[in-house]
C-alpha cells in the first residue's frame, strides 16, 4: 500500500471562505440592525446574496477538480465577486465588510499563486 505525502493545504480558498462566512453574518446584522443606516435597503440584500455566491466560489476552490478553463472562471467570477462586494459595501459605509473583502482579495491572490499538482 502506498504511503501519500501530507496533503497541501489552500489557504487562498480557506481566507475566501472565512471572509464571505463572516461577510454574510456582518451584511445580515446591517440589514436586521436599525441604527446602521441601511437596515432593510435593497443594497444590503444584495451584499448578503453576493457573500453566499462568494462562499460557494471559495468552497468550489477548494476542490481539484474540474478543467483548467472552469477553475479559471470560478477565479474570475470570484474576483468579480469580491470587487463588486467591496464596492458595494462602500457605498452602503461597511467598512468592516469592506475589510472583510480585502481579507477574501488577499486569498484569491494566495490561491492564485499556490502551487497546484500535476495531473496524471
Do not use: Q
Not at 441601511?38 to 453566499?52: C, H, R, W
Not at 481539484?64 to 474570475?76: L, M, N, T
Not at 472583510?100 to 502551487?115: E, I
Request: net charge positive.
Amino acid at each position: 500500500m502506498p504511503v501519500s505525502g501530507p496533503k497541501s493545504v489552500d489557504i487562498g480558498s480557506i481566507l475566501i471562505c472565512v471572509g464571505a462566512l463572516v461577510g454574510v453574518a456582518v451584511s445580515i446584522a446591517n440589514y436586521l440592525s436599525p441604527g446602521s443606516g441601511i437596515a432593510g435597503t435593497p443594497g444590503a440584500i444584495l451584499v448578503i446574496v453576493s457573500t453566499i455566491i462568494l462562499l460557494g466560489f471559495g468552497l468550489i476552490m477548494r476542490s481539484s477538480g474540474g478543467s483548467r478553463a472552469y477553475r479559471a472562471f470560478v477565479a474570475a467570477s470570484a474576483l468579480l465577486d469580491i470587487v463588486g462586494t467591496a464596492f458595494a459595501a462602500y457605498l452602503l459605509e461597511s467598512g468592516t465588510l469592506v475589510a472583510l473583502m480585502l481579507v477574501c482579495l488577499v486569498g484569491w491572490f494566495a490561491h492564485l499563486f499556490s502551487p497546484r499538482p500535476i495531473p496524471a
